[in-house]
């Protein structure tokens, strides 16, 4: 079983960036898909940004046009850019490799 571990969560004033980076140990997720979600206090779980196998890339339309999810297959990491942070970008963001979850980290946007 794959471990994932997030990281690079904090707190980010309105119009700043963030790169979250999921570390994934056990095996390589080179050839899996590998997908964010993120979960705002008190609301559902939301997908936020996918990267398949092949590398093709989707994405929420909460943050379409303004992410980048990215695989890093040297290091087995897979990492998610958000721009133009907006305070309800707030949530706890959790990346998935074949319904393996990592803890999770937490990003707060707020001037």
């Known amino acids: 079983q794959v471990q994932l571990v997030e990281s690079g969560g904090g707190l980010v004033q309105p119009g700043g960036s963030l790169r979250l980076s999921c570390a994934a140990s056990?095996?390589?997720?080179?050839?899996?898909?590998v997908q964010w979600y993120r979960q705002a206090p008190g609301k559902g779980r939301e997908l936020v940004a996918v990267?398949?196998?092949?590398?093709?890339?989707l994405y929420g339309d909460s943050v379409k046009g303004r992410s980048t999810i990215s695989r890093d297959n040297a290091t087995n990491t897979v990492h998610l850019q958000i721009n133009n942070l907006k305070p309800e970008d707030t949530a706890i963001y959790y990346c998935?490799?074949?319904?393996?979850w990592g803890q999770g980290t937490q990003v707060t946007v707020s001037s």
């Open positions: 990267i398949g196998h092949l590398g093709t890339t």
């Open positions: 998935n490799v074949n319904m393996s």
């Open positions: 056990g095996r390589a997720v080179s050839s899996e898909n």
